[in-house]
């Protein structure tokens, strides 16, 4: 059902995952993904928008705190959703490009976990973990507002 609380958590995530693409451009402005930002925030925003939907919108009405557990949980579900998505999209691309050609079916699965831990190292920055945190407490605490005022 939906509810004032899923509407604007699927918003507000959506907006700062989206942020957090433009975030990683500008730490790693030399990477391949950098070229094409749109390519990136799309994705992000996608992505961030159903967890806000489907995770954290229903989970609002239920909790009993500000928000703050709600927004990290929010950001940790985010994060490990885009590294899957992008790490099995570059597996996808690779198998398109004709690059695993004969390879077992294995090597895809173990290749998408390689290109997660590849995705994951560019996260180990500080600065990338406290601004992530610090929107998604910000996110869970005006969806936990919302939930309070609207229900």
């Given at each position: ?73 929010a ?31 294995m090597q ?5 976990f ?31 507002n ?6």
């Amino acid at each position: 059902m939906p509810t004032a609380a899923r509407l604007v958590a699927a918003i507000a995530l959506g907006l700062v995952s989206g942020a957090m693409a433009l975030v990683l451009i500008a730490y790693y402005p030399d990477e391949p993904f950098a070229r094409n930002p749109m390519k990136i925030i799309q994705p992000f925003a996608v992505i961030g928008a159903l967890v806000g939907w489907f995770s954290l919108g229903v989970r609002a009405k239920h909790d009993e705190g500000w928000g703050i557990s709600l927004g990290i949980r929010a950001a940790i579900t985010t994060t490990f959703a885009i590294l899957t998505f992008l790490s099995i999209w570059a597996v996808i691309l690779r198998i398109v490009d004709d690059k695993l050609r004969g390879a077992r079916p294995m090597q895809a699965v173990l290749e998408a976990f390689g290109k997660a831990g590849e995705f994951g190292t560019y996260l180990l920055n500080p600065e990338i973990i406290g601004i992530g945190l610090f929107l998604g407490i910000c996110v869970g605490v005006l969806t936990r507002n919302t939930a309070r005022t609207w229900s």
